[in-house]
């Protein structure tokens, strides 16, 4: 890739500009202050009063006092650079030696990519992450634990700036908001900054970094140049279809593409564009096809959860995980990636494709890709990344409603989390009367994956906050209890023999005790979001049809297969927003797989799901009624969303 192209795209400012910023900064940012402020008691208002005591107090009622935290004030950094000098990184610069080959594809664009018209500095990232905090979310608080001590930022690679744009992970990653970032979170930053902190680099920042050059150029508002990650909370994830896959894509629909509007009609969308949908492989030099899914931040707190596996316990055999389709098969099957760091095999459930093999990998690349930096982070560095963010516990501890989740035998907040067996599958139960018909008998037992307000069950009604908190609690056993038909999950109900459908919980995949991941090895189940359903006149007999297919909000690809090949349930040729693990091994039987995602600190990092579809929580909840026939009350949908709300 030219200098020229690169020096093309990158927006430079001149010092007046610089000034104008700076300006408007100092005053927006303490609007921004008083803003969240209100917007937090707004929030607040149809709730119990928050105490005024500071100390917590797991008395009832008693709502944890707010940390001082200096996060909402990372807007108001010092602008610290400008555009980067042109480099001659030749291909594969820097990169370790056992990088992944879907990083290698695509590293040189990430390089090319244009740098943000203004670099910040760290200066709103607080001096230590203590070892307790509490911070206000819309429905309460969430607090965060760090079992081993608080955490000195300066000193610890996790919040510093290791590339090029003055990103680091801690700006995509808050302690405020779980370990992942809100919607309001990044709303008020683009207040705040006018789209110039660094979550907005054009890199994957923006709906495609070549829509912030359009802007600058006044031919497109700035807001709808990042109005996916404005308007979902998604981040552009570009990723190289592999050589052997065994489709072929088409982009059928680009919704960033502005070329039927506006002259001189160049296709101008990240997957339409040939500069950001063709790459170069960094070893080889070979052509290769770029595909751009938009996804939400995954939680990086809890995390001993995600990398250990009911397998790590002894709970089932080592496990037997095919390393290319990676559904589980016959004990005895090839040996699979053992983790350095723990020496058991690899948990196959970092990211939403399970692509990232260990902590430690997943750092490296996301500090070349986010941060755009073009040399790998040193080990040490790496080190204390991974050590912070195997550190930290989050889950929500005040619910505006049920008031203090440890009250009365609750078991919320990141303590008892902390505290927990990770990889621990969930403990069995009896599966009450179903009082809703189910389509083939209901098993006499569940999996409860959260024992956590059980005792809320049997509250007297003259206990305080005794109808808030059984609600809850129906919304726990209704998670663990309700039986329904779980039909057409590719990675699930085709694990042995392909299956029309099985019968199952929330927790049958949301099972790992105290997390609600799954407690398996590589599970990445089809459940429809990203909406692979079959091309129009390409429908199966027998498909699941309470699919609601691709959303026209994001890019939509057509899958075509190979002759012989086909997706488990959907046949050979679908339409989605995201192919899911079929980016990584290229299967069709892996098309739409996402990873089961960790359920804890929900309240504070709305919207749901990889794609950001869910505004709330009674959204996620009517996706599955809707999707899987569950026959939800109202009042069962209320109690589901107390109970997720209170995680
Ligand atoms: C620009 C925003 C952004 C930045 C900066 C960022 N991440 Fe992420 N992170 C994401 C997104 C988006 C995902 C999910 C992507 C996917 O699965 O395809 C993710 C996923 C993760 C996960 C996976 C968690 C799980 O359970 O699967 C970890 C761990 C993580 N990030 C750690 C880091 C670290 C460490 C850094 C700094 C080197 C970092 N992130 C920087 C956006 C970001
Ligand atoms: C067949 C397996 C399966 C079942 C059953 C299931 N889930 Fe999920 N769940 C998933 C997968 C896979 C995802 C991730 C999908 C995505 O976001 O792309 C997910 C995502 C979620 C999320 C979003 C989390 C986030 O970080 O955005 C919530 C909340 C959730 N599920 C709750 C539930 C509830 C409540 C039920 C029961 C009504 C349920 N799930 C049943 C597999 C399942």
């Not at 940012?29 to 005024?52: D, H, K």
């Not at 079992?147 to 300066?154: D, E, I, N």
């Not at 037992?445 to 808030?468: G, M, V």
Request: hydrophobic content about 40%; some cysteine.
């Amino acid at each position: 890739m030219s200098n020229k192209r690169r020096g093309s795209v990158r927006i430079r400012m001149d010092k007046d500009t610089i000034r104008r910023v700076i300006a408007r900064h100092s005053a927006l940012v303490f609007g921004l202050l008083v803003g969240m402020a209100a917007t937090s008691l707004a929030l607040l208002q149809p709730m119990p009063a928050i105490a005024q005591a500071p100390a917590p107090s797991e008395a009832a009622g008693a709502a944890p006092a707010v940390s001082p935290s200096g996060f909402n004030a990372q807007a108001a950094a010092v602008p610290q650079g400008g555009p980067r000098a042109p480099s001659d990184l030749s291909l594969g610069a820097g990169l370790r030696p056992d990088t992944p080959s879907y990083f290698t594809r695509i590293f040189q664009s990430i390089l090319d990519a244009p740098l943000p018209s203004l670099i910040f500095g760290q200066g709103g990232i607080p001096a230590s992450i203590p070892e307790h905090e509490v911070d206000a979310d819309p429905t309460g608080r969430l607090a965060s634990f760090q079992p081993l001590g608080p955490t000195t930022t300066a000193t610890n690679a996790f919040f510093q700036s290791l590339g090029e744009n003055g990103r680091s992970c801690v700006t995509c990653h808050l302690p405020p908001n779980a370990m992942s970032v809100s919607i309001d979170n990044i709303a008020a930053r683009w207040n705040a900054t006018s789209g110039a902190d660094p979550i907005f680099a054009p890199i994957d920042g923006a709906d495609c970094p070549n829509k912030v050059f359009l802007a600058q150029q006044g031919k497109l508002d700035p807001r709808s140049a990042h109005s996916l990650l404005l308007g979902r909370g998604v981040f552009r994830i570009f990723l190289a279809v592999p050589d052997n896959a065994e489709f072929k894509v088409e982009v059928i629909h680009d919704p960033t593409d502005t070329a039927t509007t506006q002259p001189p009609f160049n296709h101008d969308g990240c997957n339409t564009d040939p500069t950001f949908s063709v790459g170069k492989d960094a070893t080889t030099g070979e052509k290769v096809r770029i595909l751009s899914m938009y996804r939400r931040p995954r939680i990086a707190a809890n995390l001993p959860y995600v990398t250990t596996t009911r397998s790590d316990l002894g709970v089932d055999p080592p496990p037997a995980v095919d390393p290319v389709t990676k559904l589980p098969v016959a004990v005895g099957s090839p040996p699979v990636t053992i983790d350095p760091r723990t020496g058991r095999p690899i948990s196959g459930n970092i990211m939403w494709d399970g692509r990232e093999p260990t902590l430690e990998h997943q750092a490296s690349d996301a500090t070349q890709g986010h941060a755009q930096a073009p040399n790998p982070p040193t080990s040490t560095q790496v080190a204390q990344m991974v050590q912070f963010e195997l550190g930290i516990f989050s889950a929500q501890i005040w619910d505006a409603w049920a008031l203090h989740l440890t009250a009365a035998g609750g078991l919320g907040g990141p303590e008892f989390i902390s505290g927990g067996v990770p990889g621990l599958p969930a403990q069995t139960v009896a599966v009450p009367p179903q009082t809703v018909p189910v389509t083939a008998p209901p098993p006499a037992t569940a999996n409860a994956s959260f024992p956590l307000f059980n005792s809320w069950a049997t509250l007297a009604t003259s206990a305080e906050r005794a109808a808030q908190r059984q609600s809850v609690a129906r919304g726990e056993a209704i998670f663990q209890t309700r039986v329904f038909t779980i039909n057409g999950v590719a990675g699930l109900t085709n694990i042995g023999s392909v299956k029309p459908s099985t019968t199952g919980t929330c927790s049958s995949c949301h099972n790992q005790a105290n997390a609600g991941n799954d407690s398996f090895v590589a599970a990445q189940h089809d459940i429809g979001i990203g909406g692979t359903v079959a091309a129009p006149g390409h429908a199966p007999a027998g498909a699941p049809t309470t699919i609601p297919g691709p959303s026209t909000e994001l890019p939509i690809f057509k899958l075509s297969c190979a002759s012989g090949k086909s997706t488990v349930y959907q046949g050979p040729v679908v339409v989605t927003n995201d192919p899911g693990l079929a980016m990584i091994t290229g299967l069709c039987a892996d098309i739409g797989r996402l990873t089961v995602p960790q359920l804890r600190g929900l309240a504070a990092r709305a919207p749901y799901f990889s794609d950001g579809s869910a505004a709330t929580l009674v959204d996620v909840v009517t996706f599955y009624n809707n999707r899987f026939g569950i026959q939800l009350s109202n009042q069962d949908i209320q109690d589901l969303a107390a109970f997720l709300r209170s995680l």
